[in-house]
């Protein structure tokens, strides 16, 4: 039986909030284009440009499939990227998620959830 490689990051990526997000990016990005990882796995990435900066920075290391929920005003921020095809994926936004009023929190905002993916190796 084969290993599989997974490495799960979250990037502290949400906008205006996040202390040197632009440049944490650029160098996660670095790091993406050289991975051996099979599966990379990434949090709150909530930002779109820094979403699709990774997705390519993980093609060229060859992480050919992705999955980028967007849910929500902010999306899920959660980024799926890996070099075996993902056949199917689920997603369920929380129920739970804070108040329209609570503008401070953004949880109500945000699409929150759980993902559940699988792939073939």
Not at 65 to 82: D, E, I, K, N
Request: hydrophobic share 45%; glycine share 10%.
């Amino acid at each position: 039986m084969g290993e599989l490689s997974v490495l799960t990051f979250n990037i502290w990526g949400l906008w205006l909030v996040s202390k040197r997000r632009e440049e944490r990016v650029r160098h996660i990005a670095e790091y993406l284009r050289t991975c051996r990882e099979d599966v990379v796995l990434l949090q709150e990435v909530w930002v779109d440009a820094d979403a699709q900066a990774l997705i390519k920075a993980g093609k060229a290391a060859g992480l050919l499939h992705c999955t980028h929920f967007r849910s929500g005003m902010f999306g899920a921020g959660l980024v799926t990227l890996s070099r075996h095809p993902i056949i199917r994926h689920q997603f369920w936004r929380y129920a739970a998620a804070g108040f329209a009023s609570s503008v401070t929190c953004g949880d109500y905002y945000a699409g929150k959830g759980a993902l559940q993916e699988r792939g073939t190796v």
